[in-house]
Every structure is written in structure tokens, then in C-alpha cells.
């Protein structure tokens, strides 16, 4: 995760790729539950960071380095989109036309790996991309955006040109976890 950027923009054909890679994204049903604000440039990007700006935000030390990013992305849910498409005769006999019914729900599962391919396609594409979470003013910031009432934000993706000045988290220093502890081969 790169966490400070350089102004400059990023390319729309550079742009338009790494959004075509998310729309291959898995997806439930093929329900495709997902949608995403683009913002380009400072006039847009800079709504975004007024709406969800605190008093507490300038106590944050990535903030001045995430908020020259020229491009942040929005990646929402689309509930519904899942629940209808279950719905459907081909899926009702899963009996997942109710949220509740969902084990895990897929829409957050969904946007979270087209989410994904957009980090992976900014780092294949030379950029600098830092996945982060909102803080407690999504209304507002759903309201400024115009962002209809069934979708929700799993976060935002800053994306553009590292300026080499990124510091690396601390939380680093815990390193990887040791791969036997996490991988269990045939069972635990």
C-alpha cells in the first residue's frame, strides 16, 4: 500500500484498464453486485476528502500524502443486486432471497475481490495504490457523491504515481505470519 503521491495525473487509458480488469472480478451468481465512483483530479477528489474529513484528520500522518493522489476510487456494495438475482428460478431453490439467509454475504466478498484486481492492476500498471477505510460520515460522503440509498461503501482506493516519499507502517515491524500457522495442508 502506498500511502503518498505525486499529482500527476494518471493516464485514461491506464485508468480505463485497471477498471475494465475489476468488471472481471468473480461474482455470485454472476450478480456483479457491485459499482464504483471514479474521482479525477482535485476538484473531484477533493469533495471526497471534504466529505469525509473530521477534526481529527490532520492528526493523521498519511492524510497529506493520500490526499494528492489524483484519482480515488469508491468501491460499493449492491445488496439488492444479489437478492434479486437469487430470486431468479435458476437460484431460488438456494434460498437466499433474504439478506439473513446468507452465510457470508457475497456482495461485500464480491466488491472486496474486484477491489482487489483495482490494486493489483495499479501495481501492474507501474502506480502506487492504497486501500482504506471511511471513516463514520458515509451519509455524508453518499450524499455528496449522489450514490443511491441500496449501495454502501466498503472503503476507498487512492491510486496514482508513488512520490518516494511513502513511510512504511509500523505495523510491518510484526512481520509475516509464519507460513505453517497458516497453512494447513489435507486438515488442520
Known sequence: MVRSFCDDPVPGEVLDQILANALQAPS???????AFIVLVGPDETGRFWDAIADDDS???PWRPGLRRAPVVIVPLTDEPAYLARYSESDKAPH???AAEAWPVPY?????????????LSAVDAGLGAAFFGLNRKDDELMATLGVPPEYGPIGAV???WPDGQDRPSPSLARGHRARES???WGRW
Not at 28 to 34: E, K, V
Request: proline share 0%; charged share 5%.
Open 158 to 160: 487512492a491510486l496514482g
Open 107 to 119: 456482495w461485500l466478498v464480491d466488491t472486496s475481490f474486484a477491489t482487489m484486481v483495482i490494486l
Open 28 to 34: 455470485a451468481g454472476f450478480s456483479q453486485g457491485w
Open 182 to 184: 497458516v497453512i494447513h
Open 95 to 97: 434460498g437466499l432471497q
Open 58 to 60: 490532520t492528526s493523521d
